[in-house]
């Protein structure tokens, strides 16, 4: 079906590994755009690799890639904001997504948070539920766990940047300093 047919999607990319199995599902019955915005990646040459990934995977896949305007990088901000719980974090990267996507006509919204088994799959999917209805956009929602593990492998083959952590300090300290 001719892009322009299909019903218009925001995706909400945490990073490229996880947008690999998240495209596995909608890549061919949906117009995909990525849209940028995790400002709870801990530290900066952190966030510049995830980002520059996508950014990669984007231009791969001839996909429109968006990010807020004006959007600063400021971990100390983000932990005042988020206070590195894993609700808030998810509620305000979300909610900026649903946003974004009301403000230029998408049909849906949706994440790829949803394709990790490392997140809280369901507590992602009642925000987004909320989400939705609070601004009146829907949400497509699908399990895209089944692919994570196929889509990771196949960006690792092709060199793209493998995360170790999740994203902030917490979870960056919970990985590595336990040892
Ligand atoms: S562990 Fe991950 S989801 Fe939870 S607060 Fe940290 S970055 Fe956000």
């Not at 019903?7 to 690999?20: F, M, N, R, Y």
């Not at 799959?121 to 987004?128: A, C, D, E, F, V």
């Not at 994570?148 to 902030?168: D, H, P, R, S, V």
Request: glycine residues 2%.
């Amino acid at each position: 079906m001719n892009d322009s047919l299909k019903s218009k999607v925001l995706l909400h990319i945490c990073c490229a590994p996880c947008s690999a199995s998240s495209m596995k599902v909608l890549y061919n019955n949906y117009n995909v755009s990525f849209y940028w915005y995790n400002p709870n990646i801990w530290n900066f040459d952190e966030y510049k690799k995830r980002k520059d990934s996508v950014i990669k995977y984007a231009k791969e896949l001839n996909i429109a890639f968006y990010e807020e305007q004006n959007f600063v990088y400021d971990y100390k901000n983000w932990i005042e904001q988020s206070l590195e719980t894993c609700n808030l974090c998810y509620s305000l990267r979300l909610e900026k997504t649903v946003l974004f996507a009301k403000l230029n006509n998408f049909d849906f919204f949706t994440t790829s948070l949803l394709s990790s088994p490392y997140q809280s799959h369901g507590l992602i999917k009642q925000i987004s539920k909320d989400l939705s209805l609070k601004h009146s956009l829907k949400f497509l929602y699908a399990d895209f766990r089944e692919f994570f593990y196929e889509g990771k492998n196949t960006l690792k083959q092709k060199g793209y940047y493998m995360q170790k952590y999740c994203a902030c300090n917490k979870s960056y300290m919970e990985r590595f300093e336990k040892k």
